[in-house]
C-alpha cells in the first residue's frame, strides 16, 4: 500500500471523547480517495459510489499525525476500486480499514463515462 498523504489532529477534529472524529476522518479518506482517482484518470469530475465496510480499529488523539494509504483493487469501465487504510505514526497502531471503495468517472454532464485506464500510472512515468 503506499501512504500518500499525512494529516495532524488539531483541536477542531476531535470528539467529546478527545478522540480523533471519525465523520473527519472519513472527509479526509474521501477526499484523499477523489484526489487520486483524479491523478490517475486525468479527470476532474469522479464521484465516490460506493464504501465497503469501514472497519475502525483504533483512534488517534490531539497531536497525532495520521497516514492515508492507498491501493487499487481492480480498474473497471467506468470506475476505480480503492482499498485504504489510515494508521496513526505515533502509536504504529491502524486506525481505520477499508477494504473497497468505488470512485466513478464523470463526463461533463455528470454521466459515468469510459477511461480506457487498466493499470496504476505514475506522474513520473508522464513526464
Given at each position: 500500500m503506499r501512504f500518500?498523504?499525512?494529516?495532524?489532529?488539531?483541536?477542531?477534529?476531535?470528539?467529546?471523547?478527545?478522540?480523533?472524529f471519525g465523520g473527519k476522518l472519513l472527509a479526509w479518506i474521501d477526499e484523499e480517495l477523489a484526489l487520486y482517482t483524479i491523478i490517475q484518470l486525468e479527470n476532474p469530475r469522479v464521484v465516490t459510489k460506493h464504501m465497503s465496510e469501514i472497519n475502525f480499529r483504533s483512534s488517534a488523539r490531539q497531536g497525532d499525525i495520521v497516514e492515508i494509504g492507498i491501493d487499487v483493487v481492480k480498474f473497471g469501465n467506468t470506475s476505480v476500486v480503492l482499498k485504504c487504510a489510515v494508521r496513526n505514526m505515533m502509536t504504529r497502531e491502524t486506525i481505520i480499514t477499508i477494504d473497497e471503495t468505488t470512485?466513478?468517472?464523470?463526463?461533463?454532464?455528470?454521466?459515468?463515462?469510459?477511461?480506457?485506464?487498466?493499470q496504476i500510472e505514475f506522474v513520473k512515468d508522464r513526464l
Open positions: 500518500h498523504t499525512r494529516k495532524w489532529v488539531k483541536p477542531e477534529d476531535l470528539n467529546p471523547n478527545g478522540t480523533l470512485m466513478v468517472n464523470l463526463d461533463e454532464n455528470g454521466k459515468p463515462r469510459a477511461h480506457g485506464k487498466t
